[in-house]
């Protein structure tokens, strides 16, 4: 998220936050709006493989994992200082994916929910910014 004031979506502003969810609602990230100049998270875009330890005798083969896309919703509630926040989802390399700049919102305590899909089993970072410096 970048904010161009530096006071984040918090505080006498209004209270604001940011979450992240998979398609399936579940809530990935949940961050307060209080941060200086930006801040970023990390989001795994996928389900995590969580498997009981097996024992095999043989040795086996497992299918190819089909690779696609993973839709995860973003949703941000601005305090009333919207027009100076801006973010973006990064992939690890800093190629920009996906990028809403300061100045892409302009009503003031607005939320903001959007979809967006990502490649499958991928890491992306999420990436906040204030650009007053005062997050708050």
Known sequence: ITDEEGDGLCCENGEGYFQIYTADGSLIVDESGSFESSTSVSV???KPLTLPP???LSP???AVPTQGLFPITIAIQFDQWATETGFSLLSL??????EWPPGS???PNQRFDETVKLPYASEV???ATDTGGDGE
């Open 44 to 46: 795994f875009a996928g």
């Open 54 to 56: 097996t024992v095999s």
């Open 60 to 62: 086996t083969t497992s």
């Open 93 to 98: 390399d800093g190629n920009v994916l996906y």
């Open 105 to 107: 919102f302009v009503e």
């Open 125 to 127: 970072v999420f990436k």
